[in-house]
């Protein structure tokens, strides 16, 4: 078995490669010429940038790459992040709305979302907040990355910070609602365009700002996801009880894939964004790779 993982592709933005077909083209090829034999896509969040631009938008500028995913004729999964969020609030709306038509209008917190639809004619099943999968007997878990400790928005931080003040904890269906009332203000924010430009210009120096810290951090021989290990794990136990070997998420756009002491694989998968490496995984029984653009060798590989 062979999958592919593609995370933060940031349709939409002007910062998406694959907004480029030659580039869509590309990595469709990579995909046929490296992946051994692809059986699933997994979308690993923020494929549309709903933060930027409007959701007409970003789908029309993610169409072309749609369409290719569809010719390879796989299974595609979606788990949403935090810039495509707007998709779960669509979801339960729906979900709602069919509940009140049955008489039953009351709202249902789900701790996992799931769901099929079409985008551009691609069908695909949609995860949030993560997904789980069994590959080679080994349990693999999907997530976008927004939810662990030191990658959460800084509203979102501001807000569980008053309420672990107030002594009281902070549950997963808090954090949800924290995290949906910051998210869709800045998705409400992409109707304004002087809103976009200032987070765009925020987004900018936030960015220098990572890529500094994260050559320092690499000169000390010190990974991202090496610092977000003990996050990591912390999420696993309070969020996923049961056994995982194996944890790949996205949103940092800092790719890697780093082993403690033969415990948890844990991979990123980086981004197709910020005119950066474009990275992306290939998941096999028996190995993960990161591969790039412009590099026939992988860039990282580990036995699973």
Sequence with gaps: MSVAVISDTHFGSTCSALSRRDNVDYLIWKLWRYGDGIDEVVLLGDILDLWRVRM??????????????????????????????????????????????RGEPFAVYLPNLRWSMNLAGLKMTFHYPTYEMLMGGRRLLFTHGHHL??????????????????GEPVLP???????????????????????????????????????VRSGVL???????VESQYDAILRFIRERHPGRVDCFIYGDTHQAAIYRKDGDLLVANAGSLADGGDNTYLILTDDEIRLRGFGRQEPLMRMDV
């Design 218 to 224: 690499r000169t000390l021989r010190y990974s991202p």
């Design 56 to 101: 007409e938008s970003a789908i029309r500028d993610a169409t072309y790459f749609f369409r290719r995913l569809d010719e390879l004729g796989v299974r595609v999964s979606y788990v949403v992040g935090n810039h495509d969020h707007h998709m779960t609030i669509i979801r339960q709306e729906l979900s709602l709305l069919e509940r009140a038509a």
């Design 173 to 211: 269906a808090d954090l949800e609602r924290m995290m949906a009332y910051a998210y869709e203000s800045i998705y409400r924010s992409c109707y304004l365009g002087e809103a976009v430009e200032i987070e765009e210009s925020l987004w900018r120096v936030t960015s220098i700002f990572e890529r």
């Design 149 to 166: 400790d030191g990658i959460k928005s800084l509203p979102v931080q501001i807000f569980e910070g008053i309420r672990r003040l107030s």
